[in-house]
């Protein structure tokens, strides 16, 4: 079992910045893929950003490429999401999700362990 918590969250106005982080116990990091998903009120969980098990490889959705940044350091057990030049259409609850199998995948049916969220708004 993983237990993943996010942190980081809160209000900002447009064109601000956050950090996310993803604080994960019970197990290392190290063996899964990671990911970060948002949902918004009456929404699908939608993909946002993938990180390979060693920070190799980095997938984003169209529409923050070149904004946001995942990282991670798996000494800490943490994952990040750096979000620059935030919009209110990124205004969501963001979770991170951790995946046993080394297959890109946005689908989030396919992630194994997901964190409680942590609320992200962004005013105009």
């Known amino acids: 079992q993983v237990q993943l918590v996010e942190s980081g969250g809160g209000l900002v106005q447009a064109g601000g910045s956050l950090r996310l982080s993803c604080a994960a116990s019970g197990r290392t990091l190290s063996n899964y893929d990671m990911g970060w998903f948002r949902q918004a009120p009456g929404k699908a969980r939608e993909f946002v950003a993938r990180i390979s098990w060693r920070g190799a490889t980095t997938y984003y959705t169209d529409s923050v490429k070149g904004r946001f940044t995942i990282s991670r350091d798996n000494a800490k057990n943490m994952v990040y999401l750096l979000m620059n030049s935030l919009k209110p259409e990124d205004t969501a609850v963001y979770y991170c999700?951790?995946?046993?199998?080394?297959?890109?995948?946005?689908?989030?049916?396919?992630?194994?362990?997901w964190g409680q969220g942590t609320q992200v708004t962004v005013s105009s």
């Open positions: 999700a951790a995946d046993r199998d080394e297959i890109t995948t946005i689908d989030p049916s396919r992630y194994d362990y």
